[in-house]
């Protein structure tokens, strides 16, 4: 069984950092594609970040709204993926998810939350202006 757990969330003012985890019991990230995916109210859930870890390097996309600012890595010995979120701004308030086990193995479908297996729960980020 996968199971899926984000951590890291929390309130910040605009201008501020956080860096949300992801851990993963039952699946190894370095297998196939992973994503941070984010929903506030009213809207869609949309993919932030996307990567193979155990891939080419080249492997990785951002959301244009967040290009320069997110930056998404892993540490294989521990299993867990990484969204280090700099300069944020009220409009990246979401609830933010990690995602595993992209069905499309094309990386211009790693974003689309429809192509992932595994969820896991969420963890809320607030930023005030």
């Known amino acids: 069984q996968v199971q899926l757990v984000e951590s890291g969330g929390g309130s910040v003012q605009a201008g501020g950092s956080l860096r949300l985890s992801c851990t993963a019991s039952g699946y190894t990230f370095i297998s196939n594609y992973m994503g941070w995916f984010r929903q506030a109210p009213g809207k869609e859930r949309e993919g932030v970040a996307a990567f193979w870890p155990g891939g080419n390097p080249y492997y990785l996309t951002y959301a244009d709204s967040v290009k320069g600012r997110f930056t998404i890595s892993h540490d294989n010995a521990k299993n867990m993926v990484y969204l280090q979120m700099n300069s944020l701004k009220p409009e990246d308030t979401a609830i933010y998810y990690c995602?595993?086990?992209?069905?499309?193995?094309?990386?211009?479908?790693?974003?689309?939350?429809?192509?992932?297996?595994?969820w896991g729960q969420g963890t809320q980020v607030t930023v005030s202006s």
């Open positions: 995602a595993a086990y992209c069905r499309s193995m094309d990386l211009r479908y790693s974003r689309d939350p429809s192509n992932y297996s595994y």
